[in-house]
């Protein structure tokens, strides 16, 4: 009996059937995933974002299985080789791996040494000593000669035979399942450099010689072999001992120790070496690649929703730097809104009349346009920059140091000329750096997420997969934080769950030509938006100010009515709801339930009317790094400091400590417990206090550590003790003197 889809995915995913009926309808019906998550609640049973992508992504796992079980059974039937045993082994087949073994023996091949023997008419004597039965093997191998077939020796006859045997036992889907298990289970990386490529390969050091079992291998490891191997530095083979795998092979095809059984044997060795040990390994580094990069994507995706999703200034007036020495440092001010009012350019760091040049314009600007903040790129000249202007002693003002990765990107980019025609790439630059420290979601989602810095060799790694992942990890970002639909730019916008690249573009095209938006029923005249993408859309737009006071939350429009009836049951207006928690908590929710809206929604509703459009994001604080650190040299080992968290990956997390360099925490140094994820204790952009354990100027290495010095405890005294006594101890003291008075 063939299991449905359904029951596969709720078992493998401990989910109610129902549960995965209804969200796979709702996919199939183009509901996005942020959608069915906050507003289909009641019909999915309330499941989150990570478990319809899984539902999701399981789904058309075995949507493809299913059709190239329709591909396998076409091409046998095309064939003539169908038949119902076949047929059931072909539709009931569970894994991909196990299709294409039950397929392998019918799948159309270039010429083989079997196919070979087969056109020399040998079949038949593969299949008598198959058989294994006590036969005169010479005397039955001598009736296949044929000159002109080139069968003209017994051993030319005898070979001819073994070739088919040894193609159909590598060939046998049962072999190819227990081999491929024991290659799993035992199999091991081995890795040596290249002879001569010693030098060249100094960055994979730890892999001159190296060994490890591929079930413990971690993925960064992996794919730094699989990069050496690329690069033509490294050996890298998947190994396994002979002694593990032929044993069984031998079990299930040699019967007997007659004449027959020895060539079966020969044949057997024959096809593993050849055949199937060569197919084994190639299927192997097949799946422990996929398997390294579906950890280094996650870690990349994981660190990629951290970024977007870290604290924003908000609505500042806005300074920004992007420095330099020699070429000076890019100047712009933004207004609140981010936009450009005026660029030039300073040079703190060319000597002392440039620097004082540098000072006046600094405090001129800041005058000028009210400065609120400060950002300064990271880069070359970041930390010497940050000490300069620092010593100007700007009253009232904000200074940090914003990462840059992706903002030399940015401003080359077809967006950014678009955005800004008339200014070079420098002017766009430190734009970017400005804008990412207001709301480094709105800014990051203009360049590409591999090129923002916090991956683990996310070029190395299935770029399908990889960018799957991250759309799905910006969409859930920005549909979790909602956007501003009258200031949003349209690379923002298309990732609003319903839209996509041309509806945001029409959208802006709109707000062009007749103002902002009024209130979020106005989507509907947008070109080409329907009811299904305003359906979508629309609860994750927000309009301040705007004509429903509803239209600056996350109530989606459809429960407008909902709300009214709330207020109106309460003789208010939905404002004074929204205002007055008394009011909300007198409500009976059970009032307001029906099929489509149950407490999950209505719990979510009173959640927006207390606090509407609230942003899920923490709150900015400032950071700033230690005065006279700047470059490596000024490092000691023991030195204390302030650092930035910039990337997570599998092995611990990069931290920023303002020298030009990231320090490496390693994951055994990420606290002073056990710590198996880098993720449970740091994540990206977050502020720590790091201790340098070792400094690698030649390599440019520094090594960190996050453990803090654990006290011994100090020896306490006969009185401390006595008065430190566990409070059951004491109670039976008192007791006991207690009981001596009465007797």
Same mark, same amino acid.
């Given at each position: ?14 989910? @109610? ?17 942020? +959608? ?16 319809? %992508? ?140 290249? /002879?001569? $490529? ?109 970024? =977007? ?21 890019? %100047? ?8 450009? =009012? ?44 940050? &000490? +300069? ?111 996509? /690249? ?9 707000? $062009? ?13 947008? /070109?080409? =938006?329907?009811?299904?993408? +305003? ?25 407008? @009515? ?88 599998? +092995? ?44 690698? &100027? ?6 960190? %550590? ?13 009185? &401390?003790? $006595? ?12 007791? @006991? ?5 009465? $007797?």
């Amino acid at each position: 009996m063939i299991t449905s889809h359904e029951t596969i995915v709720s078992q493998e995913l401990s989910l @109610a059937e129902k549960q995965v009926r209804t969200t796979i309808a709702l996919l199939d019906e183009g509901a996005t995933i942020p +959608f069915i998550s906050r507003y289909r609640k009641e019909l999915t049973g309330s499941l989150d974002e990570v478990q319809i %992508t899984a539902i999701r992504d399981r789904i058309q796992q075995l949507r493809d299985l299913d059709k190239r079980k329709e591909a396998v059974l076409k091409s046998i039937t095309d064939q003539g080789k169908l038949n119902p045993i076949l047929e059931e082994q072909v539709k009931s087949a569970e894994t991909m791996a196990l299709l294409e073994d039950i397929y392998l023996p019918y799948k159309p091949k270039r010429k083989t040494r079997a196919s070979v023997a087969r056109e020399k008419g040998l079949a038949p004597l593969a299949d008598l000593i198959f058989a294994q039965n006590n036969i005169d093997i010479e005397a039955e191998a001598a009736a296949y000669l044929d000159e002109e077939k080139g069968v003209t020796t017994l051993e030319e006859a005898l070979a001819g035979a073994r070739d088919i045997i040894a193609e159909q036992i590598a060939e046998d889907a049962e072999v190819r399942a227990k081999t491929r298990k024991v290659f799993l289970s035992k199999g091991e990386f081995v890795s040596r450099v290249i /002879p001569g $490529k010693e030098e060249a390969a100094l960055k994979f050091k730890d892999y001159y010689e190296w060994s490890e079992s591929l079930q413990q291998a971690p993925s960064h490891r992996v794919l730094a072999m699989r990069r050496g191997e690329k690069e033509e530095l490294l050996y890298l083979d998947i190994e396994v001992a002979e002694d593990q795998v032929l044993p069984g092979i031998a079990k299930q095809f040699v019967k007997g120790n007659n004449e027959a059984a020895k060539q079966v044997e020969l044949a057997m060795i024959d096809g593993y070496k050849r055949l199937l040990k060569p197919s084994m390994e190639t299927e192997i580094r097949v799946l422990t690649r996929q398997k390294a990069d579906e950890e280094a994507i996650k870690v990349f995706a994981d660190n990629v929703r951290q970024l =977007l999703l870290a604290a924003p200034l908000g609505q500042k007036r806005l300074l920004a730097l992007d420095p330099g020495f020699r070429t000076g440092c890019k %100047t712009v001010v933004l207004d609140a809104q981010g936009n450009l =009012l005026e660029n030039t350019a300073i040079y703190p760091h060319t000597g002392a009349n440039a620097a004082l040049e540098a000072e006046k314009t600094i405090k001129h600007l800041v005058s000028k346009h009210d400065v609120e903040a400060i950002a300064i790129g990271n880069g070359t000249a970041g930390r010497e920059t940050e &000490e +300069f202007v620092r010593k100007l002693n700007l009253s009232n003002i904000t200074i940090v140091m914003v990462n840059e990765s992706g903002a030399s990107i940015y401003s080359a980019s077809e967006t950014a000329r678009e955005e800004f025609p008339d200014h070079d790439v420098t002017v766009r630059g430190a734009v970017s750096i400005g804008r990412r420290l207001m709301d480094p979601l709105a800014e990051l989602v203009k360049i590409d997420p591999k090129s923002i810095g916090v991956g683990q060799y996310q070029h190395d790694v299935d770029q399908n997969k990889l960018q799957s992942a991250l759309d799905d990890t910006v969409i859930s970002c920005v549909n979790a934080v909602g956007v501003e639909l009258n200031t949003a730019s349209k690379q923002i916008l298309a990732y609003i769950s319903g839209l996509g /690249p041309a509806l945001a573009q029409q959208i802006v095209n709109f707000r $062009k030509e007749n103002g902002p938006f009024k209130s979020r029923r106005e989507l509907k005249k947008v /070109p080409r =938006l329907g009811e299904k993408a +305003f359906e979508q859309a629309a609860g994750f737009l927000r309009i301040r100010n705007a004509e429903h006071p509803l239209d600056a939350s996350a109530v989606h429009p459809e429960r407008y @009515a909902l709300v009214e009836q709330m207020a109106k049951d309460l003789n208010v207006s939905v404002p004074e709801l929204m205002k007055d928690e008394k009011l909300r908590k007198s409500l009976d929710l059970k009032k307001y339930m029906s099929d489509e809206v149950g407490l999950p929604t209505l719990n979510d509703i009173l959640a927006e009317l207390a606090k509407p459009g609230l942003d899920p994001r923490e709150q900015f604080e400032a950071f700033s790094f230690t005065d006279g650190v700047n470059s490596v040299a000024d490092l000691r080992v023991g030195m204390k400091l302030p650092g930035i968290v910039t990337n997570i990956t599998n +092995f611990g997390a990069f931290v920023d400590i303002g020298v030009h360099q990231d320090g490496l925490v390693h994951l055994s140094q990420l606290a002073n417990h056990f710590v198996s994820d880098p993720h449970e204790v740091v994540k990206v952009q977050q502020p720590v206090m790091v201790t340098v354990t070792e400094i690698d &100027e030649k390599r440019n290495r520094i090594s960190l %550590t996050m453990k803090t010095e654990e006290k011994a405890p100090r020896k306490r005294n006969d009185r &401390e003790k $006595k008065d430190n006594r566990a409070p059951e101890t004491d109670m039976a003291s008192k007791l @006991a003197a207690l009981a001596s008075k009465f $007797k």
